[in-house]
Structure formats: structure tokens, C-alpha cells
């Protein structure tokens, strides 16, 4: 009788130990959604409030058949711009422009770039204009290409910054942009174009 008291206790005992296991590993398990979530939510809120330069064009105000190309920090925060980068490249279409970016190597003698844009400022990237077209061009053969259409010119380029809120080894942010110049008989265009790699925003 002892020995059969002895067993049921202990039955009783290991039951009570299982319950409680469960109970914690339910605790557990509530614990860590929730820090998920909370995780989520700050994840949210840094980006909902980190910097976002995005680029534009817009007719300049003092040159005929000239544009502007703007970047402006259209988030909630400073951001310090650190880098850019340019190219100009004339090819038949978008689909002849190479699958990634390319750039020419950098200028070591080039100052480096430090630009603090508050939200809602912006900063001038390029300025190009009708004129500039025949400095792109070697030859007359290669202008007159471009006037009937038969080529096209496309810049584009990347800006490189950072968040101020954030430690500075933090990983840098890009916003890339490419435009599509239309020459016209008369009046000239410049447009967004190109594909995903080449407006690229990180």
C-alpha cells in the first residue's frame, strides 16, 4: 500500500512538472512574438523616419532647352549625402545600356563629397542643356544621328548617403536615376527612364 501511495505521489508530482513546462514554454513562446513585434515595430518606425532622396528633373529657370536634375530628401530625417557619381551614355535605345550601372573610375584628385540635406531640402546633381549635346558627340555623323533619332543620349547616376540617426558604421544608403534626353526641332526633353537597376533605391 506504502509502494502503490509512493508511485501515484510521484505520478501526480511529474504531471504537475509537465503542466508547469508547458506553461513556461507557452510563457516562452508569448515572450518572444512579442519581442518580434516590438522588434517589427522599431524596424517600422526607424525606416518610416530615416532620410529618402529621391531625384528629379526639371526645367531650368535660366537656360532655354535646359534641365535641372535635383535630388531632395523627401524623409523625416537629415541626411548626409557622401557620394555621387555621373555618366552620360549614347546608344541606340534603353535596351542597349548595360544591364548594371557602369562609371568611370573615380578622380582620386576630386574632393570628397559632404552634404547635410534637412527634410524637404534639395541639392542640383547635373545641369544639362541642348548645347551639351555636341559635347557629347565626336563627330557631326554621330549629332545627326541623335536629331533623327536614330540614337539616343542617356545619363544617369547614383547618390550615396547616410542616416545621421543611426552609428556611422551603419550601412550607407543609394538612390540611383536615369534620364532620357529628347532632342527635339526646336524644343528639347529630359525624362525618367531606364530599368530597375538603374533607379535603385536602398
Not at 88 to 102: D, F, K, Q, S, T
Not at 114 to 124: A, C, K, M, Y
Amino acid at each position: 500500500l506504502l509502494g502503490y501511495a509512493g508511485i501515484m505521489l510521484a505520478l501526480s508530482l511529474l504531471k504537475k512538472i509537465e503542466r508547469q513546462t508547458k506553461a513556461v514554454e507557452i510563457a516562452a513562446t508569448a515572450a518572444a512574438e512579442s519581442a518580434e513585434a516590438a522588434l517589427t515595430q522599431a524596424t517600422a518606425l526607424l525606416h518610416a523616419e530615416r532620410p529618402w532622396i529621391l531625384v528629379t528633373v526639371t526645367p531650368s529657370p535660366t537656360i532655354e532647352n535646359g534641365f535641372n536634375i535635383i535630388a531632395t530628401n523627401r524623409g523625416r530625417s537629415p541626411a548626409r549625402v557622401i557620394g555621387m557619381a555621373y555618366e552620360a551614355r549614347i546608344v541606340i535605345n534603353e535596351a542597349h545600356l548595360p544591364g548594371i550601372p557602369e562609371y568611370r573610375p573615380e578622380d582620386p584628385e576630386m574632393p570628397s563629397v559632404s552634404l547635410i540635406l534637412l527634410p524637404g531640402e534639395f541639392t542640383s546633381l547635373k545641369t544639362f542643356c541642348r548645347e551639351d549635346v555636341k559635347g557629347l558627340c565626336e563627330s557631326e555623323e554621330k549629332l545627326r544621328r541623335i536629331e533623327n533619332w536614330e540614337e539616343r543620349v542617356f545619363l544617369y547616376g547614383k547618390v550615396v548617403y547616410r542616416d545621421l540617426m543611426t552609428p556611422p558604421d551603419e550601412k550607407s544608403h543609394e538612390t540611383g536615376w536615369c534620364c532620357r534626353y529628347i532632342h527635339g526641332r526646336q524644343k528639347s526633353g529630359l525624362v525618367m527612364a531606364g530599368t530597375q537597376e538603374y533607379n535603385l533605391h536602398t
